[in-house]
């Protein structure tokens, strides 16, 4: 085949919301095969990734990006934004791990549903060229939603793309893409987001106090952050309480071999996981948490079994007020 008669091939990267599906659709609507790329990491689900690309009638690959941001988050080259969401550089090495699967598998050229101006710091122009250039595949970074704003790309200039047919979007204003949703038939999408958990406070608290105690080495350990409550000990032990079946049930399924696991035994209560163990003061306070949040329905003590390594045994605690244990909650 002619190089000219070529089809072009695009990676995506689709977060499920509007603009990267308006991307993949722009694309397509000029022939270009695109495939779709979604990063997985404790801090951002990909449900709406999958549904979207089950949606699209496109291929996902699932990129699993946890060290990759626990190292960002650890030590970021561009600091972080309002909380531990180090962006750019997030941003970045999502365009770099892109790029590597584009180089692989043979794709012209990587796309985001990026829009000009549409966040106040992360899409301004100059946050654009830092993340094309930290990228280390300038010229291969095609944002079509507002591609008339911005220099063309490599593919753009070699033909395969036509860049009349790529759009000027720039700002805030969501009506534009609402009209393109209706012209695609586009309706099944969530409302704009304001980022991922690594720009909640109340989950950064947690993060933070990860960093600082355990580390951020262990993927293992950031994955439990998303679930129950989490404490911090006296003795320095992490422990984490089940909210419902959902977390004991993930809870259960997490516990290593070097983990404390705790349960209520005469009465329906929380799974309790202290994970890396703790001194036998901790694992006492834990036993005690335990019982308060279980359904001890008046009883003034609760047993509760503790699983250690292959064996278990048994300790017998008090009912105590579980504002008690408040200071403990990070
Ligand atoms: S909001 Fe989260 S996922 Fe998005 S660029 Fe920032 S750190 Fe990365």
Redesign the pocket.
């Known amino acids: 085949m002619e190089d000219s008669e070529r089809k072009a091939r695009g990676l995506c990267l689709l977060s499920g919301g509007l603009d990267s599906q308006l991307a993949v659709c722009l694309l397509r609507q000029q022939g270009i095969e695109v495939d779709a790329v979604v ?1 997985k ?1 404790p ?2 689900k990909i449900d709406s990734a999958r549904r979207a690309a089950k949606d699209l009638n496109i291929k996902l690959h699932v990129v699993d990006f946890t060290a990759d ?1 626990l190292a ?1 988050v650890n030590d970021p080259p561009h600091g972080f ?1 309002g909380n531990l ?4 550089d ?2 970045a090495l ?1 365009i770099k791990r892109a790029g590597e699967i584009m180089t692989e598998m043979d794709f012209d050229f990587i796309a985001t549903g990026e829009v000009l101006n549409q966040r106040p710091m ?1 899409q301004r122009k100059q946050a654009l060229g830092i993340v094309e250039r930290c990228s280390e595949y300038e010229g291969r970074l095609l944002r079509p939603l507002s591609a008339l704003h911005l220099e063309p790309t490599i593919p753009e200039k070699e033909g395969l793309i036509e860049r009349e047919r790529l759009l000027k979007l720039n700002g805030r204003n969501r009506k534009p893409q609402l009209e393109l949703a209706r012209e695609f038939s586009l309706v099944n999408y969530p409302s704009p987001g ?6 909640e406070s109340g989950f950064c608290r947690r993060l933070a106090d990860l960093k600082q105690h355990e580390g951020l080495m262990c993927e293992r350990l950031a994955w439990l952050l998303i679930y129950g409550r989490h404490l911090r000990l006296p003795g320095g032990a992490k422990c984490i309480v089940g909210r419902n079946s959902r977390d004991n049930a993930s809870l259960k399924k997490a516990r290593h071999s070097e983990d404390i696991m705790l349960h209520t035994v005469n009465v329906p209560g929380p799974t309790v996981l202290m994970p890396l163990g703790g001194c036998e003061a901790d694992v006492a306070t834990a036993a005690s948490i335990c019982a308060a949040y279980g359904d001890h329905d008046g009883r003034s003590e609760v047993v509760v079994r503790i699983y250690e390594a292959d064996c278990s045994r048994e300790l017998t605690a008090a009912i105590t007020d579980r504002d008690a244990f408040a200071s403990y909650l990070v």
Do not use: A, E, V, Y
């Open positions: 990063f990491s801090f951002f941001i960002l934004g969401n180090p962006c750019i997030c941003h999502m992360s304001g980022g991922c958990l690594l720009t």
